[in-house]
């Protein structure tokens, strides 16, 4: 019984003596660790940024490095005001203050929902608009984070060839801002209407989240969109209010929410402006 117990006591000592011999030599002799410096990017604003109707899932896919965690907290139907009413903003700051990232950006998108006619959602444009955009800047630097205005992504609406410019108003709004408090700012609105002019009323339909009606074509066709058939009668220009309702966006051909196409197109776009104008983020961001 001894001499058993000698023998494998002696064979458990090889088989562990082997085991050393074999390690990698490399293993044990490994440089200290240099801690990463990893960043990261909060989305603010409404659908058009959202995860699903916005460019906000295409950008954090496909236009951020490993280095950049990139939250994407936009929803759709909100406003500069429901946004905080609600806590969303809330969450939004607890991302920002989170510890362990070498810098956090903000970036902040709003406007759809803010004109008037959403009732619960909309601002006044002179002041509480521009009022509620102050007040997020200086909250995010509290936060010790970095804001970013973007002006709002345009509708693909259009009257005789010409594209529909109904948010012109709330984008020269965020321009102010930006201006008065030297915020960086992505002219989304600026990019996204050229853009859209260029393709014209029937090319930039499959931006949509789903395929236009035989209607809408033959009016785009003409120069001109049109909303959704009613029951009966002729179709008849978007409802901006109902179809961009609170809570995300449904799976429908309109002329503000983006599908797959729509969300790759306006997301580089983002991705260029935001290189152009936080120069620190160009390392950390895919063209």
């Not at 997301?267 to 152009?276: D, F, N, P, S």
Request: aromatic content about 6%.
């Amino acid at each position: 019984m001894r001499c058993t117990s000698w023998l494998l006591g002696s064979a458990l000592f090889a088989l562990m003596s082997a085991a050393q011999a074999a390690v990698d030599p490399a293993v044990m002799d490994r440089p200290a660790p240099t801690p990463i410096r990893a960043s990261k990017i909060v989305l603010v604003g409404d659908s058009t940024t959202a995860v699903q109707g916005g460019w906000g899932p295409a950008f954090c896919a496909r236009h951020v490095t490993s280095f950049l965690t990139c939250t994407n907290l936009a929803r759709g139907g909100r406003s500069t005001y429901n946004y905080r009413a609600e806590g969303s903003w809330a969450l939004a700051e607890a991302e920002m203050r989170m510890p362990g990232y070498a810098q956090t950006w903000v970036l902040i998108q709003f406007g759809h929902n803010d004109q008037p006619g959403k009732p619960g959602r909309s601002t006044d444009l002179q002041r509480e608009f521009p009022d509620n955009l102050r007040r997020y800047v200086r909250e995010v630097r509290a936060a010790g984070a970095q804001p970013v205005l973007l002006t709002p992504l345009t509708r693909r609406q259009f009257a005789d060839g010409v594209l529909i410019d109904d948010l012109a108003p709330w984008a020269e709004a965020v321009r102010t801002v930006a201006r008065e408090l030297e915020v960086p700012l992505v002219d989304l609105h600026a990019r996204s209407r050229a853009v859209v002019q260029a393709l014209g009323p029937v090319a930039s339909m499959p931006l949509a989240q789903a395929a236009a009606t035989s209607a809408q074509v033959s009016a785009a066709l003409g120069g001109t969109t049109v909303g959704a058939a009613p029951v009966a009668g002729a179709p008849v220009a978007q409802n901006n209010a109902a179809t961009e309702p609170m809570g995300q966006a449904k799976v429908a051909f309109d002329y503000t929410h983006l599908g797959p196409d729509g969300a790759a197109l306006f997301a580089t776009l983002v991705t260029e402006e935001l290189a152009r104008q936080v120069p620190s983020l160009r390392t950390l961001l895919i063209p």
